[in-house]
C-alpha cells in the first residue's frame, strides 16, 4: 500500500528547508520524493542502504533506535524507524540551533503510523516539485 | 569503651619517628574511645602494604621522611590510590609544603602536635574527615588525554561542570555550563584569553568539579569554534606555558562552525558509557564501556558509511550520528583525528 505512503507523504511535504524525503517499506519498496536538483531519487534511495545499515548495526548492539540524525557540514539526515521495520529518511539542510517543527511533526507521525503496508513492489518518484 | 553508635574509623599514620608514632597511637586510641583502628608505618613500603591489603579512611603523612619524602609518597598515593584521602601532618609547616601538598591532593595540612589542646585539635580534624562521606563522582587518571577530550565529553553530553587546571606555575578554571563553555579564568586573565592559554598548556593535572556559577560569564558562541580556535592558535606555535604569553584570538569573521546540536530542553543529564580514539581507532580512554570492540567496529562502520552516503549525495562533511533511543541517547562523533561515542540517559526525549 505505497499509495498510503504517498499519500502521507504529500500531506506534509514539501517542507522548507527539507531537500529530499524517502520512505522504505518493509518489503524494501520505496516512495521518494526530491525538492532540490542536487538530489534524485537513485541517490536518496542508494544512500538509504547505509543509512539503514548503520541502524541494522546498532540493532544487534542491543541499541533500539527509535531516531537517527547524521550530521553533515551541508545536511542533516533524519531516520525514523517505523516498529514494522520500515523507515523515513529527510535530507535537510543543517541550520545549527533551528528546531524546524514541521519537521518534526512528519518525523513523529510516520513512527506514529498504525502500520506500513506493502503490497506494490518498485519505487515512486516525484521531482524536483520546488527547489529549497 | 567503645562508642556502638559511631561508625569505625580507620586512619593509617606513616612517620619515621617510632616515637612520635608510638605517641599518637597511644593519645589517639584514648581520644577515639575505641571507636579508631590505627595503624603505623614507617616507611613508604610498609603503609602501601597495608593500603593492599586494608581499606583506610584516612592516610596521615608526615612530610620529611628520608628516601621518599611525604609529598612525593602522596603524589605516588595519587596514582596507586586514586580517591584515598590523605592529610599532611608535620613540622615543617612552610607555605611552599602547604601549597604543594594541596596542589598534590592533600585534604588536610596539620601541624604535629605537642601540647594536649595541639592533639585534640588534629584529632577531631582527623575524625571529622575520616567521619566525611565520600565525595560523590569519580577521581582517577586519565592518560594520553588533552583538556580538549575532556571539554568535548563534557560539552557533548551537555554537562554542567568545573573543570579545575593546575600545573606547577598556573591554575585556572573552565566553566561549562549545559554544554557551553561560558567562562575560563586564569591568574589575572578571564574569557576567551584565558581559555585559550589553559589549552595551550603541555601537561599539567585536572580535576572535574560540580558546577558553580562563576563571577562573571565571559565566553559566548559555540564550544566547537572554540575548540577550533584554540587548536589553530596552538598549531601557529603561540601556546606557551603560561596564558600570559598567548597572543589575543583572531575570530575570523564568518568562520564557520559546526554546531553542537540536537535541539534540546533543559533537562538533566547522566552519562553512561564514554570511549574515545584517536582518528586510527587507537583507544585514548574508555568509562563504563558494557562492550568496547562492537562500539569500535560501530565508528568504524559508521565512518564507511558516512563517507559513502558523503560521496552519494551533496551533504558534506561527516561530523557525528546522534541516535535518540526509548530512554537514552547516544552520539557518536567520527573526525579525522578522533571518535567519540558518549552514550547518556535523558530525562526527555527531544531530537529533532
Request: negative net charge.
Amino acid at each position: 500500500m505505497s499509495e498510503a505512503i504517498e499519500a502521507f507523504l504529500d500531506g506534509h511535504l514539501p517542507l522548507p528547508g527539507v531537500a529530499a524525503c524517502s520512505v522504505r517499506l518493509p518489503d524494501r519498496t520505496c516512495v521518494t520524493r526530491c525538492y532540490d536538483a542536487g538530489f534524485n531519487s537513485a541517490q536518496v534511495e542508494q544512500a538509504l542502504d547505509r543509512l539503514s545499515a548503520t541502524a541494522d548495526s546498532l540493532r544487534q548492539q542491543g541499541v533500539q533506535p527509535g531516531r537517527l540524525c547524521w550530521v553533515f557540514d551541508r545536511c542533516r539526515v533524519y531516520l525514523a524507524l517505523h516498529r514494522d521495520g520500515g523507515f523515513l529518511a529527510c535530507f535537510a539542510e543543517n541550520r545549527p540551533g533551528a528546531t524546524n517543527t514541521t519537521l518534526e511533526n512528519l518525523l513523529e507521525s510516520f513512527i506514529a503510523l498504525p502500520t506500513l503496508a506493502t503490497a506494490t513492489a518498485g519505487s515512486t518518484t516525484r521531482q524536483p516539485k520546488t527547489r529549497h | 569503651m567503645p562508642d556502638s553508635t559511631a561508625k569505625r574509623k580507620t586512619l593509617l599514620f606513616v612517620d619515621d619517628e617510632q616515637a612520635f608514632l608510638a605517641s599518637i597511637q597511644e593519645i589517639f586510641s584514648r581520644m577515639a574511645h575505641g571507636n579508631w583502628d590505627i595503624h603505623t608505618a614507617q616507611n613508604h613500603a610498609q603503609a602501601l602494604a597495608l593500603l593492599d591489603k586494608q581499606q583506610v579512611d584516612v592516610v596521615v603523612l608526615d612530610i620529611g621522611m628520608p628516601g621518599m619524602d611525604g609529598i612525593q609518597f602522596l603524589q605516588l598515593l595519587g596514582r596507586t590510590h586514586p580517591g584515598q584521602q590523605v592529610a599532611m601532618l608535620t613540622g615543617r609547616m612552610t607555605e611552599e609544603n602547604r601549597k604543594e601538598s594541596q596542589e598534590s591532593g592533600a585534604l588536610l595540612f596539620l601541624e604535629k602536635p605537642i601540647t594536649p589542646d595541639g592533639f585534640a585539635s588534629v584529632f577531631a580534624a582527623l575524625d571529622a574527615l575520616a567521619g566525611a562521606q565520600p565525595q560523590t563522582g569519580f577521581r582517577g587518571m586519565m592518560r594520553r588525554v588533552g583538556l580538549h577530550e575532556v571539554l568535548q565529553v563534557e560539552c557533548l553530553g551537555r554537562k554542567s561542570s568545573v573543570l579545575e587546571i593546575f600545573t606547577g606555575k598556573v591554575r585556572g578554571r573552565i566553566f561549562i555550563s549545559d554544554g557551553a563553555i561560558v567562562h575560563a579564568e586564569s591568574g589575572t586573565l578571564g574569557g576567551e584569553m584565558a581559555l585559550y592559554g589553559l589549552l595551550a598548556l603541555r601537561g599539567g593535572e585536572f580535576n572535574l568539579l560540580p558546577y558553580a556559577e562563576p563571577p562573571h560569564r565571559t565566553i559566548e558562541g559555540q564550544w566547537e569554534s572554540l575548540l577550533m580556535e584554540a587548536a589553530r592558535l596552538s598549531d601557529e606555535g603561540q601556546q606557551a606555558q603560561e596564558p600570559e604569553a598567548i597572543a589575543p584570538p583572531r575570530i575570523e569573521p564568518g568562520e564557520e562552525s559546526v554546531a553542537a546540536d540536537i535541539e534540546s530542553s533543559v533537562c538533566e543529564t547522566y552519562i553512561q558509557e564514554i570511549v574515545l580514539c584517536s582518528g586510527t581507532g587507537e583507544v585514548l580512554y574508555e568509562w563504563q564501556s558494557k562492550s568496547l570492540e562492537q562500539q569500535l567496529y560501530l565508528l568504524e562502520q559508521l565512518e564507511q558509511h558516512a563517507a559513502q552516503v558523503g560521496a552519494l549525495a551533496p551533504v558534506g562533511r561527516f561530523d557525528r550520528l546522534e541516535i535518540l533511543a526509548q530512554d537514552e541517547r547516544i552520539v557518536c562523533q567520527v573526525l579525522p583525528d578522533r571518535r567519540v561515542w558518549v552514550r547518556s540517559v535523558r530525562a526527555k526525549e527531544d531530537l529533532a
